[in-house]
């Protein structure tokens, strides 16, 4: 009887072996932000996607003459994104565009101009942290939901409005209709580190 018992165990031992291995490539992957990758197995199929569809949005930024820098990072105790299912929270990118940032007030030091091309900058920042948490595939945004946008203004300013403008514009030369959002432009007294536009995102990825 006793020939039979290692036998016995190296069978059962072997299912237990396979999940482990399941468990470890599929759930201890983890994103750029030190999350877990949403517990998902990556599939034939998703790899076969990756492989001849992923670009398309990199390609349009090039084409667009736009390089996206990597995610700026937090200047206090938040992340630059969450994601809670298929919607990705990006915290609010201010309007630093790799060494040149966009400082002061809009309707006084600042101009309309360059106001919007600050908002661009947000704009741009946000798509990095995108590309973050789609771990470098902007394809898979399916939606750019809503944006929320903050213009340090003086008090007689009223065109927020236009000044994130700047921001809703390249979302849809970028993603196209997918880029259509929701939105709110607001006027701020201050914003962080003496920045002239900061937007916060809301998008679905797949």
Do not use: W
């Amino acid at each position: 009887c006793s020939k039979f018992f290692p036998r016995a165990s190296f069978t059962a031992s072997r299912p237990r072996a396979y999940l482990l291995r399941g468990f470890s490539s599929s759930y201890g992957s983890r994103g750029a932000n030190g999350k877990p990758n949403n517990g998902r197995r990556q599939t034939a199929a998703t790899r076969q996607r990756s492989k001849t569809m992923a670009g398309r949005i990199d390609a349009r930024l090039k084409e667009l003459g736009i390089q996206i820098n990597a995610p700026v990072a937090p200047v206090a105790n938040y992340l630059g994104f969450i994601q809670s299912g298929n919607l990705v929270f990006v915290s609010g990118q201010i309007s630093v565009d790799g060494e040149k940032k966009y400082l002061g007030t809009v309707g006084s030091d600042v101009s309309l101009d360059v106001a919007v091309e600050a908002a661009k900058a947000s704009a741009k920042n946000i798509i990095a942290q995108l590309k973050a948490a789609t771990n470098g595939d902007l394809d898979r945004v399916k939606r750019i939901v809503k944006l929320g946008g903050f213009v340090n203004s003086s008090d007689d300013f009223t065109g927020q409005p236009q000044v994130i403008n700047g921001a809703s514009d390249l979302m849809v030369a970028v993603f196209g209709d997918a880029g259509r959002h929701a939105r709110a432009a607001v006027s701020s007294n201050s914003l962080p580190l003496g920045v002239s536009v900061e937007i916060d995102c809301i998008a679905e990825i797949d």
